[in-house]
């Protein structure tokens, strides 16, 4: 149980260009779905922290007209990287927090490889 | 700034060896402690977790990690890798203040290679 799961796997898009990215928990419901940024060789960064039926807090420094984040159901969000650019190139990867299973256990999806040319 | 260190970057080491790779945090207060796995071109998965309670955590194929409070630590060991263990090695943190309440805080991760 608890399978996330990611759409595309990978994206190649031209500058300027917007991408979507879904994120999607199959076995469960969850109010609460998270964005993260990943660059090779490093962590995992938290972009936005998505919410069923409300709208992305964003962390510090991410830009919410550029990162537009969609949480239409409990087993759906949305990444949308709008006017992308080379240097948005990254691996996205979302997770999703169980609703029942109490407030800390997230289960993370594949990843979505992003490469802006 | 407040902050998740793992120690290593990178570990090579043979099959049968003991592992052990180092996490400390700087948050105060209480806080919920995970190590996440992932394998080459695979997703994130949990190890293991503690929220509280034995702070020696036994998780999945073997590993356990032992909360010392007062070292803010929560290191990772197993007594003897696989081949099968070569991955990247995340601990992260939950802090449960407000504003961070339900917030992966992550390292920022160790390579381990385990060599035939």
């Known amino acids: 149980g608890a399978v996330v799961s990611q759409h595309p796997s990978r994206v190649i898009c031209k500058s300027g260009t917007s991408v979507k990215i879904e994120c999607r928990s199959l076995?469960?419901?969850?109010?609460?779905m998270f964005w993260y940024r990943q660059f090779p060789k490093q962590s995992l960064m938290l972009m936005a922290t998505?919410?069923?039926?409300?709208?992305?807090?964003?962390e510090q420094g991410v830009e919410k007209d550029k990162f537009l984040i969609n949480h239409a159901s409990l087993t759906l969000s949305t990444l949308t990287v709008t006017s992308a650019h080379p240097e948005d190139s990254s691996f996205y990867i979302c997770?999703?927090?169980?609703?029942?299973?109490?407030?800390?256990?997230?289960?993370f999806g594949p990843g979505t490889r992003l490469t802006v040319t | 700034a407040q902050s998740v260190s793992q120690h290593n970057h990178h570990v090579i080491l043979s099959e049968a060896a003991s592992l052990e790779l180092g996490c400390n945090y700087s948050?105060?207060?209480?806080?919920?402690l995970f190590w996440y796995v992932q394998y080459p071109g695979q997703h994130l998965q949990l190890l293991l977790k503690?929220?509280?309670?034995?702070?020696l955590v036994k998780g999945i194929k073997g590993f356990e990690a032992e909360f010392i409070k007062s070292k803010f630590s929560f290191n990772l060991r197993k007594p003897s890798v696989q081949w099968s263990d070569t991955a990247e090695y995340f601990c992260?943190?939950?802090?449960?203040?407000?504003?961070?309440?339900?917030?992966?805080?992550f390292g920022a991760g160790t390579q381990v290679v385990v060599t035939p």
């Open positions: 998505s919410n069923e039926g409300s709208k992305a807090t964003y």
């Open positions: 997770s999703a927090r169980v609703l029942a299973g109490g407030p800390y256990e997230q289960y």
């Open positions: 992260a943190v939950i802090p449960m203040t407000t504003d961070s309440w339900g917030k992966l805080q």
């Open positions: 076995d469960f419901q969850a109010t609460t």
């Open positions: 948050y105060g207060g209480t806080v919920n």
């Open positions: 503690y929220f509280s309670g034995d702070p």
